[in-house]
């Protein structure tokens, strides 16, 4: 079993920056993935960023791409969301997964419905 724990989120100007948190614990050798994701009122949760831990590769979504950043500790088991240039349509819960995979590119590829393991999410809500 895997627990993860989101902290970081808050309330911020269109602009700001916040950055994510997710903390692992428990059998953390057991994936070799991780990913956020965030669901807005009445909408469907969607993927953020994603890192494969074994190669370092990351992902991002279109709506993402270079404002936000994943990255990992390995040493303390944190993987980290940086979000720069926050805006107004970036305001929703986020989620942060984990899974297990085979092979890069299905990490990469993975959906919400491919992860097992979640995190209770964090607010982050983004002002105009």
């Known amino acids: 079993q895997v627990q993860l724990v989101e902290s970081g989120g808050g309330s911020v100007q269109a602009g700001e920056s916040l950055r994510l948190s997710c903390a692992a614990s428990g059998y953390t050798a057991s994936v070799n993935c991780m990913g956020w994701f965030r669901q807005a009122p009445g909408k469907e949760r969607e993927g953020v960023a994603v890192?494969?831990?074994?190669?370092?590769?990351?992902d991002y979504a279109d709506s993402v791409k270079g404002r936000f950043t994943i990255s990992q500790d390995n040493a303390k088991n944190t993987v980290y969301l940086q979000m720069n240039s926050l805006k107004p349509e970036d305001t929703a819960m986020y989620y942060c997964?984990?899974?297990?995979?085979?092979?890069?590119?299905?990490?990469?590829?993975?959906?919400?419905?491919?992860?097992?393991?979640w995190g209770q999410g964090t607010q982050v809500t983004v002002s105009s």
């Open positions: 997964a984990a899974e297990n995979f085979g092979a890069t590119w299905r990490c990469l590829g993975a959906a919400p419905t491919d992860f097992g393991y």
């Open positions: 890192i494969y831990t074994g190669i370092i590769s990351t």
